[in-house]
């Protein structure tokens, strides 16, 4: 069975500051992993799908690499800024519908 | 474009009762799945439709339910309300939402259940 840890549960830092979330899955056989965020109240916004067979994606300031062999992803976002402040979710797809982390809660302080 | 529709936004029953949410994909969207979301456990996989059609179900008691209709719109049952299921529930649609895929899910807003 598919397990997705999320390391930290919660991180503070000030703006400007360059930060790595960080995701971890036990089963190595995905299509895909993709890194979603949440406000408060809200939905989930897609912010960057990888497929098995990438090594990374960027989208702007941010930057998610996988390496699936080890079971790890890690999203980087430069130049934090206080509107990233919101929950950062991971999630893999693999032979069952998407299973996801419990998410990092992100505070950038002004 | 308009983006995935849930309504009601917010709903508070009484344990015992039942309930109806509901979600309108994206257009051209064939695909919808659910999922509840609680602090505790995180976001679940509930199901997902395709066609009119329950393709995958997640680990959940039978008085969860779902349906979709023709113009790819989907309804989610829970009967027997207890307090374990006050979660938020999120509706997700893609085009095909075919495992292997590689599509983007895009996500409701959620419909906030408080059962007392």
Redesign the interface.
Known sequence: KQEVTQIPAALSVPEGENLVLNCSFTDSAI??L?W?RQDP??????LL?I?SSQREQTSGRLNASLDKSSGRSTLYIAASQPGDSATY?C?V???????????TRLSVIA | KAGVTQTPRYLIKTRGQQVTLSCSPISGHRSVSWYQQTPGQGLQFLFEYFSETQRNKGNFPGRFSGRQFSNSRSEMNVSTLELGDSALYLCASSRQGRLGNNEKLFFGSGTQLSVL
């Open positions: 299509y895909n993709q979603f109240g809200k939905g989930l916004t897609s799908l497929q979710l999630a797809e693999g032979n069952t519908p998407l299973v996801f982390g419990k998410g």
